[in-house]
């Protein structure tokens, strides 16, 4: 095991993570990823478990440092991302706490993430949609190998979206392999 690689795992948050994830939607650098201040009706959704939808708490040896939300954008019942094609999944995640970020947590989410969406063979890619002006998120997603495919705008927010293509996932995956 490599002692520099953060010990993160993923767990289903339930509604007894209410209150902390209020707590970082309340935080400016979350505020900044969504100044919209989208209500995500925790209290609500927490209580439902929807096939389509995963909500995740990840924890790093047993501390809640982050949230990831997995969907299919077909299924997903506001039909958010429009006409879609089957076989794709997406993506939301943050870092809860300003001073979890920087220290390779979301990385290591991400990795996660991607593995589990593509655990399951049908799926082809993984979208996310970054706000136009989140210069840093761009960069990360970028930097795991996010190709860009659209400039869109989602209600009242300009993003772009990015995919991940199954091919080049399990590429990179066999190269980080090979290269341990």
């Known amino acids: ?20 994830l209020r707590h970082w939607d309340e935080q ?3 505020l900044h990823s ?3 201040e ?3 009706n925790w209290a609500e959704e ?7 939808r995963e909500f995740l708490v990840a924890e790093l040896d047993g501390r809640p440092i982050g949230f990831v939300q997995i969907i299919d954008p077909l299924l997903e019942d506001t039909h958010y991302w429009g006409e879609v094609p089957a076989n794709l999944r997406a993506i939301d995640i943050w870092i809860g706490e300003a001073e979890d970020l920087g220290k390779g947590y979301g990385t290591e989410m991400m990795s996660q993430a991607l593995d589990r ?7 082809t890619a993984v979208l996310i949609d970054p706000l136009a002006y989140n210069t840093a998120a761009i960069r990360f997603y970028e930097r795991m190998g996010f190709e860009f ?3 869109r705008t989602f209600d009242e927010d300009d993003c772009l979206v990015y ?9 990179k995956r066999e190269f980080d392999q090979s290269s341990k």
């Open 38 to 40: 989208d209500d995500w």
């Open 149 to 151: 495919v659209e400039a």
């Open 117 to 123: 969406c593509f655990s399951h063979p049908e799926v």
């Open 163 to 171: 995919q991940m293509r199954r091919e080049f996932w399990v590429q």
């Open 34 to 36: 969504d100044p919209n």
């Open 1 to 20: 095991m490599n002692p520099n690689k953060p010990t993160v795992q993923f767990r289903f948050a339930t509604p007894q993570d209410l209150a902390l």
């Open 46 to 52: 927490l209580a439902r478990t929807p096939e389509w």
């Open 28 to 30: 400016p650098h979350i």
